[in-house]
């Protein structure tokens, strides 16, 4: 039998430049992720992670420190019964400890599952963000939220069986923080 095993060639200087591109705008993408994440499911100390101490949020209705923005939405009055960022395409350049990101993302949220009729609201817009490395990690330094579309959806209806569904929950009770479905 022929040995089929071939050893790579080392990689270029170019190459290996690609591949920490790669792995930088890896980097930035997880934070956008957990953002998202962090956000739906009240997860405070997650999306206070996404944002440098002294970073800065503008999200419409609130302009100003980024962390005092994660204050004020986890105070938020609305009252909401479900919520999802969902995220799209992300355009990032990297430029040695800064990164600029656009992403699209459309977000909605849930009023009044109960009782009927439940309204959502729908966001759909982009975020524009200047990220900054420092020590080695990837934070949101600056964040504008542009907004392309919107609208309301009422319903009197329901999908049919969501009540057999596990619903949605917040931190720290949605199953993604609960053995042995529990994610980093």
Known sequence: ?????????PLT?????????ILERDAIRR????????????????????????????HGLFKGNAQDFIT?????????????HVLGQSLIAVDGDRASAE???????????????????VLAG???DSFERRGGEWK????????????VWRGDERFPGVETFVPGERYP????????HRLA
């Open 72 to 84: 004020w939405k986890m105070a938020s009055p609305f009252e909401i019964s479900g919520d999802q």
């Open 1 to 9: 039998m022929q040995n089929t095993t071939t050893e790579a060639a």
């Open 126 to 128: 982009r975020y524009v």
């Open 103 to 121: 992403t699209y993302f459309v977000y909605y949220f849930e009023e009044g599952r109960i009782p009927l009729p439940n309204v959502v609201n």
């Open 31 to 58: 934070v956008l992720e957990r953002y998202a994440r962090a956000m739906d499911r009240c997860d405070e100390a997650s999306a206070r992670s996404t944002y440098w101490d002294d970073g800065h949020d503008n």
């Open 173 to 180: 009770d949605d199953l993604v923080y609960k053995k042995p």
């Open 13 to 21: 200087s170019a190459e290996l430049s690609q591949l920490r591109e």
């Open 140 to 151: 949101i330094a600056d964040r504008v939220v542009v907004i392309d579309w919107s609208t």
